[in-house]
């Protein structure tokens, strides 16, 4: 370790040296990272090591690797203050995109509401435009017009939502001009959870949102 100070895995790497000359290597089918299994929703858990199933544990997602980890983490001697630490999480998440889209079926059901995405277009927006009855006015909005080939909406500046006079709604990709954008929309006067609601809140975790 004084040798090679550079290394992030320390604990790893002393336990490769001392067992340098006792190493069994094994079929990466042993080596399963646990968020693959929840992306590509696999229904049976196989025989193998499931990497990080306890970094964050989503029980809404019903999946059994989820269900499984929580039954064998209310074995263990901490269980009492864990199992209440990941069922407050899981709470509160579900409550906080419950609440997202009661907040946006008003802004939504107004006639003649106008939709503008704030960001570059990404397979959120492209799910976003399939879930809502996009408008021939809907357009995407940064601080510098960006638009690319197969871009499906159009994108303006920014300084046009100063423009704007009807109903509208505004999704925003947080991470937007250099993880600006909210910050953007409230110096316009766009209000949070009100004129706008930024999409990793009101996704699930499948769809891009948070976990």
């Known amino acids: 370790m004084i040798e090679h100070p550079k290394s992030d895995l320390f604990d790893q790497d002393a336990l490769n040296v001392v067992c340098r000359n006792s190493i069994l290597i094994l079929d990466d089918k042993w080596n399963v990272y646990v968020c693959i299994v929840r992306f590509e929703n696999n229904k049976e858990l196989d025989d193998c090591i499931y990497h990080y199933a306890g970094t964050t544990v989503i029980l809404y997602s019903g999946h059994k690797v989820d269900v499984e980890y929580f039954k064998i983490l209310n074995k263990t001697p901490w269980a009492n203050v ?5 069922l407050s999480e899981c709470i509160n998440r579900l409550n906080d995109r419950i609440y997202q889209y009661e907040r946006m079926v008003y802004r939504l059901t107004i006639p003649g509401v106008k939709h503008i995405f704030y960001g570059e277009e990404n397979f959120m927006f492209r799910k976003l435009y399939n879930s809502i009855k996009l ?4 357009y995407r909005v940064m601080k510098q017009s960006y638009n690319q080939d197969g871009d499906i909406l159009p994108c303006k500046d920014l300084e046009v939502l100063k423009e704007e006079n009807g109903p509208l709604i505004i999704f925003v990709l947080y991470e937007s001009d250099n993880y600006t954008a909210i910050q953007n929309l ?3 006067g766009f ?13 699930s975790v499948y769809d891009g ?3």
């Not at 408008?135 to 809907?138: F, L, P, Q």
């Not at 959870?193 to 996704?203: G, K, L, P, W």
């Open 82 to 86: 864990e199992s209440e630490k990941r």
């Open 135 to 138: 408008g021939e006015d809907d």
């Open 186 to 188: 409230e110096e316009l």
């Open 191 to 203: 209000k949070n959870e009100e004129d706008f609601f930024v999409v990793v809140r009101f996704f």
């Open 209 to 211: 949102g948070f976990i």
